[in-house]
């Protein structure tokens, strides 16, 4: 198997309950009434686009089109409006996860805030085509956020696929 260059070490195979279980404390902290500060980032998207990246075969298109849908009912948008925006993120991010990979983390950032941005940006559409209120310029900078936010969630995400050093020398892996 070629590993990709930023990766030093294999990783463990993802335990499916763990996924599960980032994707509903993902859930939850985006349900939390936080108040209507538009540069919050959504972290139901930068955990959905990290998974659909690195397990794209677990976490695809339909599980984003669940959550999206579960967030559009808690925040009483318009039906639809999240579980657009989480479909597209999620069919963006298994496009570009091959290539993805082989860059490091802060690379990696500035390739998935492109995505980020343009999908807030589609949301602002739909938004302001449905009726409703512009949430103000500050709305731009949860992309940003959330690109700076990534290298952290994947460290975090990735960690309990580590192996532990080996010292044996005779085994290649």
Do not use: C
Not at 77 to 87: E, K, M, N, P, S
Not at 106 to 116: G, H, N, R, T, Y
Not at 143 to 155: D, G, K, N, Q
Request: overall charge neutral.
């Amino acid at each position: 198997m070629i590993m990709p260059r930023g990766s030093d070490q294999l990783l463990l195979p993802v335990n499916p309950f763990f996924i599960a279980f980032t994707l509903l404390v993902a859930l939850g902290l985006g349900m939390l009434p936080l108040g209507r500060n538009a540069a919050l980032p959504d972290l139901l998207a930068l955990v959905l686009v990290f998974w659909n990246v690195h397990q794209p075969r677990r976490v695809g298109i339909g599980v984003a089109f669940f959550f999206g849908l579960l967030m559009d009912v808690n925040d009483g948008a318009l039906l639809g409006q999240h579980a657009l925006a989480y479909t597209l993120l999620s069919y963006v991010a298994i496009t570009i996860h091959r290539r993805l990979l082989w860059f490091g983390l802060v690379e990696q950032a500035l390739q998935i805030f492109p995505v980020f941005f343009a999908v807030t940006l589609l949301s602002l559409a739909l938004r302001l085509l449905a009726g409703g209120m512009f949430p103000g310029w500050e709305l731009l900078l949860a992309p940003v956020f959330e690109a700076l936010l990534w290298p952290v969630v994947t460290i975090l995400l990735l960690a309990p696929q580590r192996r532990a050093p080996d010292p044996d020398e005779n085994r290649p892996l």
